[in-house]
């Protein structure tokens, strides 16, 4: 039978879970769901099975990396049914928000470090679910292969290769490790152009061939394809400025460990604009408009 003790070390480890369902799912919610079955597997178990356990922490990692992995299996055909372009769940920084309270929800228990800015979680999706995993659990936990083999079912030399072919993905990718120097600088003037529907200064800040993507699920107004090309995207600003869709007031807030920017009504989050900055220009901005992926938002906004 778990003692006091027994169970106030288990339930430490939810945290790490957090960490890693996160970044293997892009997704707060689903990471959360993934930590609550591995809890209840646990707790399944039999006094004398969870007795014999020498390390709970690295079951229970193990437990929720497999969950992890065969929620990544059958997420190409979640992702067909999705409407329009579908982007990872964004993660707000706790000490921002007024009445953030303790470490109540998943978002307070992710950690906002370099592997989770949106570039570096966008890169991940493109990954096979076995890549994920074993760069995930290598590169970002520092799992030995052999452990990693344990969870995907293969060979640690097979792991191996795994996550050298994840790591080649990141590298031509250029998803940078952290925000760019001057990103703070660079997203407070978008904002204010934005908010003046200033085109001309939105064009400026724009790399010649930077990206749009924006995630509306089909429950918010989006984009359904990205948006390539600054002549393209300051065109389509130009749209929705007339219909005063983007000349609203901007907060700036930390979007997954970087600067970014949200918008709000009647204490709702609308939109999270995630960025990508090399030198003074946008390249990348990802808008995640989808009500579903907001909720920690809007409810810190409340």
């Known amino acids: 039978m778990d003692t006091p003790e027994d ?132 590169d970002v936990f520092a799992y030995s292969f052999n452990e990693i083999a344990d969870i995907v079912g293969r060979s640690p030399a097979a792991c191996r290769q795994l996550a050298s072919s994840a790591r080649r993905r990141v590298r031509t990718s250029h998803a940078a490790p952290g925000a760019a120097p001057g990103q703070a600088a660079v997203v407070r003037d978008f904002k204010r152009a934005l908010e003046t529907a200033d085109i001309r200064a939105v064009m400026s800040l724009l790399d010649p061939s930077a990206t749009v993507i924006a995630d509306g699920g089909g429950l918010a107004n989006a984009a359904l394809h990205p948006i390539v090309g600054r002549q393209r995207i300051v065109r389509y600003l130009a749209a929705l400025a007339a219909r005063a869709d983007i000349s609203v007031p901007w907060l700036e807030r930390t979007v997954n460990g970087q600067p970014g920017l949200i918008s709000q009504e009647d204490g709702r989050t609308l939109t999270v604009l995630a960025f990508a900055v090399d030198g003074d220009r946008i390249t990348h901005i990802w808008s995640i408009r989808n009500p579903e992926k907001l909720r920690e938002w809007t409810r810190r906004a409340t």
């Open 7 to 138: 169970l106030d070390a288990v339930m430490r480890e939810r945290r790490q879970l957090t960490n890693v369902a996160y970044r293997l799912l892009g997704s707060l919610a689903e990471a959360e769901d993934v930590v609550q079955e591995t809890y209840a597997r646990w707790y399944a178990l039999s006094d004398g099975q969870r007795d014999a356990i020498d390390n709970p922490g690295a079951w229970l990692t193990t437990v929720a990396s497999r969950v992890c992995l065969d929620l990544l299996g059958s997420a190409r055909a979640r992702r067909e049914r999705y409407v329009g372009e579908w982007l990872p769940e964004p993660v707000p920084k706790r000490t921002e928000w007024i009445g953030a309270d303790g470490a109540a929800d998943p978002a307070d228990r992710v950690t906002l470090d370099e592997s989770v800015n949106m570039a570096f979680l966008v890169v991940l999706d493109t990954m096979t679910p076995a890549e994920r995993v074993a760069f995930i659990l290598h």
